[in-house]
Every structure is written in C-alpha cells, then in structure tokens.
Nanobody
C-alpha cells in the first residue's frame, strides 16, 4: 500500500520560513518525480514544484527564488524549503507522485502566512 505523509506545515509571519517534508512508503522516490501542489481556499490545486529523480527541480513563477525542492533517496523522503513566505502562499500543501498512471497524494499540510 502506497502512503505519502507530509509534515512541517504551520503558521508563520510574512518573510518567515517553513520546511515541508514528505515521507513515502510502498513506493520508491528513487525512480519518480516528486511534485508539490498547493490549494488555497476557493482556488484550484496548483503545481508549485517538481523534483525529478535526478534531483533537478522546476518551479512555478510565483515561488522561484524562494522555494527549493529536494529529496533524500536513501531515506525515501522529499522536502520543500520555503523562504520569504508571503500571505499568498497560504494553502494546503500536498506531495504527489505519479507511477504507472496512478496518482498518489499525501493528506496535505496547512501553511498559513499571516501577520
């Protein structure tokens, strides 16, 4: 059974930082791209960052230079370092992997940026 579990969300003031983690079981990150999505209230889920199995990352324009996606294949974990957070980053963040045409999602972790 595949399970993705996010952690590290919370509340932070604008300009602050958070580090999200995603731990996987039942699936290997080694051969997969790990994606980070977020969904704000009343908005569609959007792709924030993708980290390939070669540890190359791509980001949506709004987070470039502030967010960094990474992975530790030995531990089968992925991370999203978020710096210079802004109120518009407030959302539930999800890690995601797609393998053999099946989408796997974590349960999500809330990130709130507010003064």
């Amino acid at each position: 059974q595949v399970k993705l579990e996010e952690s590290g969300g919370g509340s932070v003031q604008p300009g602050g930082s958070l580090r999200l983690s995603c731990a996987a079981s039942g699936i290997s990150f080694t051969i997969n791209t790990v994606n980070w999505f977020r969904q704000a209230p009343g908005k569609e889920r959007e792709l924030v960052a993708s980290n390939t199995n070669l540890n190359n990352s791509n980001y949506t324009d709004s987070v470039k230079g502030r967010f960094t996606a990474s992975r530790d294949n030995a531990k089968n974990t992925a991370a999203l370092q978020m710096n210079s957070l802004m109120p518009e980053d407030t959302a539930v963040y999800y890690c995601h992997v797609r393998q053999w045409g099946i989408n796997y999602w974590g349960q999500g972790t809330q990130v709130t940026v507010s003064s």
